[in-house]
Each structure stands twice: as structure tokens, then as C-alpha cells.
Nanobody, 122 residues
Framework: VQLQASGGGLVQAGGSLRLSCAAS????????LGWFRQAPGKEREFVAG????????DYADSVKGRFTISRNNAKNTVYLQMNSLKPEDTAVYYC????????????????WGQGTQVTVSS
């Protein structure tokens, strides 16, 4: 599975961005999908995850109520809608796909995209 993340950019605090992650090589319909982020000098952290059933999602406390993860299995794509962005959301965002395990654990994911930079200015 190859994952290609896009949609990052520079936005002012309070603004919105929508990240996309398109997969190729295999259908994602039975995979759990996640978004992680890594800021300079910090470890990669969980942002949001969604199981093959779209009713099962999970979010980091820091983004709850602001970010929404969704998936379109027909398009083999996962999205992250980010609203009310804050400077502390600045990071490289990575999408990932895995076949099981806890959504918030990096080891649950076998496939990773290359990352897309999100920068939020104050």
C-alpha cells in the first residue's frame, strides 16, 4: 500500500485546512486509518483514527471538537478536516494504514505516507 498525503500549507490561527491521503496498491476498505503528527524536536503523536466502520473513530484530546477524520472507501482516501487551528497544531502530518490494534498506537499501522507540512501562524 502506498499512501500519498496532501493538503498541508500555511494558515492563520483560527483557520481551516483539509488533509487528504490517497492510497494505491490495495483497497483500504478493511484497514484502520490514522493521522499522526510530528513537530520539530518532538515525538510523533496520534491525532485521529478511524476503523473500517466509519462509526468507530478516536481523537487525541488536543484536537477533539476541532478535527474530524473521515474516509471514502470508493475513492480509497482518508481525510482530516482541521478547524480552529492553533499554532501548536504546526507539524508534519502523516497518514497511516493498518489491519488491527489500537488506533492511537503507531505500531498498529504497517503503512505510512510521506507527510505533509501544516504551519499555523499566530
Amino acid at each position: 500500500v502506498q499512501l500519498q498525503a496532501s493538503g498541508g500549507g500555511l494558515v492563520q490561527a483560527g483557520g481551516s485546512l483539509r488533509l487528504s491521503c490517497a492510497a494505491s496498491g490495495r483497497t483500504l476498505s478493511t484497514y484502520a486509518l490514522g493521522w499522526f503528527r510530528q513537530a520539530p524536536g518532538k515525538e510523533r503523536e496520534f491525532v485521529a483514527g478511524i476503523r473500517w466502520s466509519e462509526s468507530s473513530t478516536d481523537y487525541a484530546d488536543s484536537v477533539k471538537g476541532r478535527f474530524t477524520i473521515s474516509r471514502n472507501n470508493a475513492k480509497n482516501t482518508v481525510y482530516l478536516q482541521m478547524n480552529s487551528l492553533k499554532p501548536e497544531d504546526t507539524a508534519v502530518y502523516y497518514c497511516a494504514a493498518g489491519s488491527g490494534g489500537f488506533l492511537w498506537v503507531t505500531n498498529s499501522y504497517a503503512y505510512w505516507g510521506q507527510g505533509t507540512q501544516v504551519t499555523v501562524s499566530s
